[in-house]
C-alpha cells in the first residue's frame, strides 16, 4: 500500500521538530538517507519489511540487525513506529519531506527552470534575483532545456509553476482564437 505525500509529510514533519530539538537535523537526514540506500541496495531486506504477512516482530529484529546499529535512537524508534501501525511504505518518501521540512525551515527552496537553451550567469542571476523576491526564499535552481518551451522560461517551485514560455504564449493565443465568433 503507498501511503499518501500529506501522510509521508506528517510524520517526516514529526520527525524534523524532534531533530530540531536535539539538535540532530543533519544527523537524522543522513540516518534516513543510510536507510534509505539499503532498502535501495538490499532488495531482499526491502521484500522482509514491505511483506504484510512477515511478523512486526520479525521486521522489527531485521531493523536491529541490519539497521540499528548505525542510525540515532529516534530513527529506529520511527522505523519501528511505522511498522507498528502497518505504514512502512511511508519510509519511500520520508527521506525526500524531511529534508524538504528542513529546507522550508531554513528559507530554501528548490526550482526547476526549463529553458530552449542554456542561460548564462547574467540571466540566470537576473532570473533567480527576481524569484528570490517574488518567494521570499533563498532558491536552489536546476536548469534543464527543452526545446518544447519555443523561448521564455518555465519556472516550477514546489507545486508552482511560473510559466513565461513561448508555448504557453502560444497556448493561450489559440484559446482565444478558438473562443472568438465571427
Excluded: W
Excluded at 519555443?150 to 493565443?173: C, P, T
Amino acid at each position: 500500500m503507498i501511503e499518501s505525500r500529506s501522510l509521508v509529510r506528517r510524520y517526516a514533519l514529526a520527525l524534523y521538530q524532534i531533530s530540531e530539538e536535539q539538535e540532530k537535523t543533519e544527523r537524522f537526514s543522513q540516518d534516513l538517507a543510510f536507510v534509505q540506500d539499503h532498502l535501495e541496495r538490499y532488495v531482499e531486506l526491502k521484500q522482509l519489511l514491505f511483506h504484510p504477512r512477515v511478523r512486526k516482530a520479525a521486521k522489527k529484529d531485521l531493523i536491529d540487525k541490519f539497521l540499528g546499529p548505525s542510525i540515532d535512537r529516534t530513527v529506529r524508534n520511527l522505523l519501528c513506529l511505522l511498522i507498528d501501525r502497518k505504514r512502512e511504505s511511508v519510509l519511500q518518501h520520508l527521506l525526500e519531506e524531511f529534508d524538504l521540512a528542513a529546507d522550508e525551515a531554513s528559507g530554501l527552496a528548490h526550482a526547476e527552470l526549463e529553458s530552449v537553451y542554456p542561460l548564462g550567469d547574467t540571466e540566470m542571476g537576473q532570473i533567480r534575483s527576481q524569484l528570490e523576491r517574488i518567494t521570499g526564499k533563498t532558491l536552489d535552481i536546476e536548469q534543464r532545456v527543452n526545446p518544447e518551451v519555443l523561448g521564455g522560461v518555465r519556472v516550477r517551485i514546489g507545486s508552482s509553476l511560473i510559466d513565461g514560455s513561448v508555448a504557453a504564449e502560444l497556448k493561450a493565443l489559440r484559446e482565444q482564437l478558438l473562443e472568438f465568433k465571427i
